[in-house]
């Protein structure tokens, strides 16, 4: 295989930074090109914590200051892309300039979900995807304010645990009953729900049906209004945070093969042989043609930038770990790994009459995926389990008492 010698990464976030990162690391001596709209490269998590209750200064959010960009070659673009010749692979910019490409990496990530409802595109509502979205739901996260979220998923829940802690009211929104069941397990994913209303966050299990302004606030209904028996949440604002739509609007005019996401072989290669696919809008097409859950987790984003990465080069794969995430609120923090959305055992360990660690096996007892409260050490001994193929014994899972690192080995 030939090697590029011009790469274009459309997209800046992790995904794309990393690749950038990975392919330096492997010697890489073509020139890289990154575009993005919001310039620098930064981290996106602390959005919903630490940048937004001031802990985190805006300089720390970046993955990189500017010297490396110049000390790695790698050109930082901002601006917009318009377009990508499929047949060339000109990539086309609003300012009206275009760059050459022998090959081009889509990391173009997602914006946040709205919802298709009567006022649900009301200017005043909002949403926490960039730095900039920080910086306006910061105003009202004071004391005497107060903000409705829909949806109460990691950010929404996230958002919650910063704006209680601010000294804002808080009402939570959210159809389902146990929000994290899929990730977490319903034990762990339980107990971290009702921290919400012990840190006095109100919490409604309904569906919004619209959204209004009334004297310069802002009218939450749900289940059907208050003419069908349904209940209004007036607040100052609302953050609207029920997940993101992959941007994959580029893809899609380039031809390239989807299927609620861009499709992937396991070289985050698309349909099109010079065209990568990285990030949040990738979605794996296995070589028998099923297809893989997409993910939008933070490690999974550095992971397919470094496979593109190598496999750009011509190398060996990387083998990754189970896949890892994790979420902070009301000062605990927590983690999961593997994947808990298949049907197996749950196992739960407890610490002090709390659920502290849960383990999902299969039939056959190896493990599937774990969630943990403050159990980082707990975390990792149980990916080297999910990635040996190990089967614990149960008891002693359950067990406090037994070191899980003991297990692991």
Do not use: C
Not at 174 to 202: C, F, N
Not at 231 to 252: C, F, K, N, Q, S
Not at 282 to 309: I, M, N, P, Y
């Amino acid at each position: 295989m030939s090697i590029p010698e011009n790469l274009v990464i459309v997209g800046g976030g992790l995904a794309g930074f990393s690749m950038a990162q990975e392919l330096r690391k492997r010697g890489f001596g073509g020139a890289i090109t990154i575009v993005d709209p919001e310039g620098l490269p930064y981290d996106r998590p602390p959005l919903s914590k630490e940048y937004l209750d001031g802990r985190q200064p805006a300089d720390k959010l970046p993955f990189s200051d500017e010297s490396w960009f110049t000390e790695n070659n790698v050109t930082l673009v901002t601006d917009t892309v318009t377009a990508i010749d499929p047949d060339t692979l000109e990539v086309s910019l609003a300012s009206g300039t275009t760059l050459p490409a022998d090959e081009v990496v889509l990391a173009t990530g997602g914006h946040a979900r709205s919802l298709p409802i009567p006022g649900g595109d009301l200017p005043g509502l909002r949403y926490l995807r960039t730095k900039a979205d920080a910086d306006a739901l910061r105003e009202v996260l004071v004391p005497g304010k107060h903000l409705a979220i829909i949806g109460a998923g990691l950010i929404g829940a996230e958002v919650a645990s910063t704006a209680v802690h601010a000294g804002a009211e808080v009402t939570l929104i959210d159809p389902v009953p146990i929000p994290g069941v899929a990730g977490m397990g319903e034990t762990i994913a339980l107990h971290l729900h009702k921290l919400h209303e012990a840190h006095g966050v109100h919490t409604l299990v309904a569906q919004t049906t619209a959204f209004a302004e009334r004297d310069g606030k802002f009218v939450v209904e749900v289940d059907g209004g208050p003419d069908e028996g349904g209940t209004e949440v007036v607040a100052d604002a609302v953050l609207v945070a029920i997940g993101i739509i992959p941007d994959i609007h580029l893809a899609r005019d380039m031809g390239l093969d989807m299927d609620r996401g861009v499709l992937v072989d396991e070289s985050q290669r698309t349909s099109h042989p010079k065209v990568y696919a990285i990030g949040d809008i990738a979605r794996l097409r296995h070589a028998d043609g099923t297809l893989g859950v997409r993910h939008e987790h933070w490690e999974s984003a550095t992971h397919s930038g470094q496979t593109a990465a190598a496999a750009l080069l011509g190398q060996d794969l990387p083998v990754h770990p189970a896949p890892w995430m994790w979420t902070d609120r009301y000062g605990l923090h927590v983690e999961a790994v593997g994947t808990m959305r298949e049907e197996g055992e749950l196992v739960v360990r407890y610490r002090d009459g709390v659920p502290a660690i849960a383990v999902m096996l299969a039939g056959d007892g190896h493990v599937l995926g774990a969630a943990a409260i403050d159990g980082g050490n707990a975390i990792r001994a149980i990916r080297r389990m999910i990635d040996r193929g190990i089967i614990p014994d149960r008891e002693k899972l359950a067990d406090p008492t037994v070191d899980l690192k003991k297990l692991a080995r």
